[in-house]
């Protein structure tokens, strides 16, 4: 069964934005998905601003699975990059997958491994400077289907 997808998937496949690592990062999330292979790991340089926002300064993602989890990477560091840390947690999965243009539903999952990635990277930047950890979803049933 061939997979069709989107010019914005295929872009940012071949052309990914943010790949790398941050040494000593204020904040690192990994997500996986054990069926499939997929590994998503985000990198977080946060710049604290006393009084207002924090704001996430820089963002980098190594990422090993599919098109769809690079593209999924790729597209979620560009949409954080620049924004609040509160702003970052509320990126959802269908909002990744509609900057691509849409997923095929059996690649759904690797935008779910951006958000839970983020979400993590997210919790260790605020157990980093003693805040508290932001409650997170169950993730299992969304890594369910999986092409592999």
């Given amino acids: 069964m061939a997979l069709t997808y989107s010019e914005k998937v295929m872009e940012h496949f071949s052309n990914p934005r943010n790949v790398g690592e941050i040494d000593n990062p204020d ?11 997929d590994i998503m790991k985000i990198y977080l340089k946060v710049k604290d601003n006393p009084g207002g ?13 599919c098109a769809s989890a690079i593209a999924s990477s790729s597209m979620a560091t560009e949409m954080i990059k620049g924004r609040t840390v509160d702003e970052a947690w509320d990126l959802t999965n269908t ?8 997923l095929p539903p059996i690649k759904m999952h690797c935008s779910v491994l951006a958000e839970e990635a983020i979400h993590k990277a997210i919790n260790d930047y605020r157990e980093k400077r003693g805040l508290d950890l932001i409650p997170m979803k169950d993730y299992g049933d969304e890594h369910e289907v999986c092409a592999v």
């Fill in 53 to 65: 926002a924090a704001v996430i300064e820089d963002v980098k993602f190594k990422t090993f699975g």
């Fill in 95 to 102: 909002a990744v997958a509609d900057a691509l243009d849409g």
């Fill in 27 to 37: 904040g690192l999330g990994e997500a996986g998905n054990p069926r499939c292979g």
